[in-house]
């Protein structure tokens, strides 16, 4: 059975049997659900178990959805031994679904949405979050020149750059005042570290992105690449630190929860985790976790700006912009303790 989708099935049954040997006429296909901007589908077909993964329909940015860049750097990774999916071709061309899309292989195992990692003891928590920072940590080492990557991003000036970027951003979407957001543009630019390393970024590491396997605590993949690029490895540690920042009822933060007893390791233990498996030697300060939810902040009011438009992707989303001002008092409050974590 097929769900009900926005493009034609047998077409790509039929491409999809060609380029698989195997007779076509069985295509399952079943949308995976979750926020994904890109569309992506389970697709079972002659006993081969993969993932569809498309841009969405309709006009876009020339930049935007580049499933194209997903499909190369997993590649890549995938021949320097990292934890991605294994991807099988890459079609660019609007023929068979109307988009551009790429098929990878499914990869069997557990993601959690929720930072408490509901289900699994206490031990198996803390060894789950262990295996998040060494494997974080075991991409950032990845020589990205040596697996033809050296152009998959701009090295260098990479928090100068972002922080321009997401300031416009929230000059595009402003609706009302936000002082801690101004502050935050005023502080961060000035307080820029001097230390300029560069490696591949995944842009959204965090635990729902993480798969892990069936019944063990440790990483099997990394998942969703789309905002993945060349940058400094301390925004990522950063971004998926930005648990320990957040409430249960903010994507399942850990802000309240009985850490101990979960068996949930602190932000601090986590940071060194990842130090002591990583190369570069770097420290995270108070600028990096700063910009992380400086960041998340204006993602948010960039959902509140189009709920106040009308053209939210979800019902809820004027609750979800309001997230915006929740993030970016916590990042002022970063700042303003001034110590390393």
């Not at 991409?139 to 701009?154: E, K, Q």
């Not at 249960?248 to 002591?276: F, H, M, V, W």
Request: aromatic share 10%.
């Amino acid at each position: 059975m097929t769900a009900s989708v926005e493009f034609d099935t047998s077409r790509l049954d039929r491409f999809l049997a060609e380029r698989l040997g195997v007779a076509a006429g069985g295509l399952r296909l079943s949308r995976i659900a979750g926020g994904q901007s890109n569309p992506t589908f389970f697709v079972d077909l002659g006993g081969h178990r993969l993932v569809l993964r498309k841009q969405p329909a309709g006009d876009i940015l020339p930049s935007a959805h580049a499933v194209d860049r997903e499909f190369r750097v997993m590649r890549a990774l995938a021949d320097a031994g990292a934890p991605v999916p294994n991807v099988r071709f890459y079609h660019g061309e609007r023929d068979i679904i109307g988009t551009p899309f790429y098929i990878m292989e499914r990869v069997e195992g557990r993601v959690f949405h929720d930072c408490a990692l509901p289900g699994l003891s206490p031990i198996d928590r803390r060894k789950a979050y262990r295996s998040a920072a060494e494997t974080l940590a075991r991409l950032h080492a990845v020589d990205f020149n040596a697996i033809g990557l050296s152009d998959y991003g701009r090295p260098g000036n990479y928090f100068a750059r972002q922080i321009a970027r997401w300031t416009k951003q929230w000059t595009m979407s402003k609706t009302r005042e936000l002082p801690d957001i101004e502050r935050l543009i005023s502080w961060l630019p000035a307080n820029i570290p001097d230390d300029d390393a560069a490696t591949i970024v995944h842009g959204d590491y965090r635990m729902g992105n993480l798969m892990f396997h069936p019944t063990e605590p440790r990483v099997v993949a990394i998942l969703d690449w789309e905002l993945s690029t060349l940058g400094h490895p301390l925004a990522d540690l950063a971004h998926s630190c930005i648990g320990w920042h957040s409430l249960e009822s903010e994507y399942g933060g850990l802000i309240g929860r009985d850490l101990a007893t979960l068996g949930i390791p602190t932000e601090a233990d986590y940071i060194k985790t990842y130090r002591a498996a990583s190369a570069h030697g770097l420290e995270l300060q108070p600028f990096h976790l700063a910009f992380a939810l400086f960041r998340f902040a204006i993602i948010f009011e960039g959902i509140a700006a189009r709920a106040r438009q009308g053209n939210a992707a979800s019902d809820n989303a004027g609750d979800v912009g309001e997230l915006s001002q929740a993030f970016a008092r916590r990042a002022v409050d970063v700042i303003e303790q001034r110590a390393h974590i």
